[in-house]
Nanobody
Framework: QVQLVESGGGLVQAGGSLRLSCAASGVTLYAMGWFRQAPGKEREFVAATNWSGVRTYYADSVKGRFTISRDNAKNTVYLRMNSLKPEDTAVYYC??????????????????WGQGTQVTVSS
């Protein structure tokens, strides 16, 4: 059974930091990424990395503030979020792609999804 389990969300003040974790089990993933969905908005791409972690991609809105990394020994991907802004408030979803893909920002490339973790940034 494939599972992606996120953790690390919470409430933080603007300018603060959080680190999200996503542990995968039951599958070897080529790419892992993070997406988010704010109330009333569509799900959007945040960051992604390939298997080795050498290739990373970020949405323009988070470049320079967020860092994605992965530990393959633990089958876990992390999202370090610094300088958080109220507009970062959303449910953050971890996603995994088992097949090789170069379209890491495309949600349709991901077959596996976590349940989501809430991130709330207060002003």
């Amino acid at each position: 059974q494939v599972q992606l389990v996120e953790s690390g969300g919470g409430l933080v003040q603007a300018g603060g930091s959080l680190r999200l974790s996503c542990a995968a089990s039951g599958v070897t993933l080529y790419a892992m990424g993070w997406f988010r969905q704010a109330p009333g908005k569509e799900r959007e791409f945040v960051a992604a990395t390939n298997w080795s972690g050498v290739r990373t991609y970020y949405a323009d809105s988070v470049k320079g503030r967020f860092t994605i990394s992965r530990d393959n020994a633990k089958n876990t991907v992390y999202l370090r979020m610094n300088s958080l802004k109220p507009e970062d408030t959303a449910v953050y979803y971890c996603a995994g792609a088992a097949d090789r893909t170069y379209e890491l920002g495309d949600a349709n490339q991901y077959s596996y999804w976590g349940q989501g973790t809430q991130v709330t940034v207060s002003s």
